[in-house]
């Protein structure tokens, strides 16, 4: 069956993403970031809930935050689009050298993907750093909550990160009807957003644990952003 003109859309935003962060980890082989602050943040959140071992991450990107929270006592599986950030991953996993062999185990799928690949309440946690800034369109971004949704067990939490509306790049960029941003930076369209349409993208399925907005600084780059945790009833 022919592809919709949103489906060949979407299918070309894919596209755009991985050769972006194909290009990106080939051309900085070498790039070493300590844990993300959602990490840091959220795992003492995830230490008050007894028991929970199975977490998995979408866009782990170079795996720092796959790695840490294996350190942090997850077993975790991670993902990425990317085959280079995959390598990348599995670099910086083996070069931490302190993590039991299958502590972290690391594939190429996208988000929806991965999360079609997961057995339903199979999951503790799922975990997503700044993966839903990129160009999904609203009905991927829909799937993906709901895939969330399948994937978690009940009282299992989902934490994530998005970038706010209020960061000064969405500020000073040219917002297109689809609600992504044009950046000027070479990246594909961003997605900058606030609560409400985070709530408006669950459909209300999850219930809130703990949120904070911080003003991160990634690689000398001042991002306000948001950080969620929140129970899947």
């Known amino acids: 069956m022919p592809?919709?003109?949103?489906?060949?859309?979407?299918?070309?935003?894919?596209?755009?993403?991985?050769?972006?962060?194909?290009?990106?980890?080939r051309e900085t082989p070498d790039l070493v970031r300590p844990e993300s602050e959602l990490a840091r943040w959220c795992v003492p959140i995830l230490a008050a809930r007894r028991g929970f071992r199975d977490l998995v991450e979408l866009g782990c990107g170079d795996g720092r935050d796959a790695t840490f929270l294996a350190r942090s006592g997850f077993q975790v599986r991670a993902y990425d689009l990317s085959p280079e950030a995959i390598q990348k991953a599995q670099a910086t996993s083996l070069a931490a050298g302190d993590l039991p062999r299958g502590t972290v185990r690391f594939s190429v799928a996208d988000a929806e993907e991965a999360l079609r690949s997961l057995e339903p309440r199979s999951q503790d946690v799922v975990y997503a750093n700044h993966l839903y800034d990129m160009s999904f369109s609203d009905r991927e971004l829909r799937a993906i909550f709901s895939g969330v949704w399948r994937a978690l067990r009940p009282r299992g939490l989902h934490v994530y990160s998005a970038w706010s509306d209020a960061d000064p790049r969405?500020?000073?960029?040219?917002?297109?009807?689809?609600?992504?941003?044009?950046?000027?930076?070479g990246m594909p369209p961003l997605r900058f957003t606030n609560l409400e349409n985070l709530r408006r993208v669950s459909g209300g399925a999850f219930e809130p644990v703990?949120?904070?907005?911080?003003?991160?600084?990634?690689?000398?780059?001042?991002?306000?952003?948001?950080?969620?945790?929140?129970?899947?009833?």
């Not at 489906?7 to 596209?15: I, K, L, T």
């Not at 969405?170 to 930076?185: I, K, N, Q």
């Not at 904070?212 to 899947?232: H, I, N, Q, Y």
Request: proline content about 5%; glycine content about 6%; charged content about 40%.
């Open 3 to 25: 592809k919709s003109a949103r489906q060949r859309e979407e299918s070309r935003y894919r596209g755009l993403q991985r050769a972006f962060w194909d290009a990106r980890f």
């Open 170 to 185: 969405a500020r000073s960029a040219r917002l297109r009807p689809d609600g992504l941003v044009e950046t000027g930076s």
């Open 210 to 233: 703990a949120f904070a907005e911080r003003l991160e600084e990634e690689e000398g780059m001042p991002e306000r952003s948001l950080f969620l945790v929140e129970e899947r009833p």
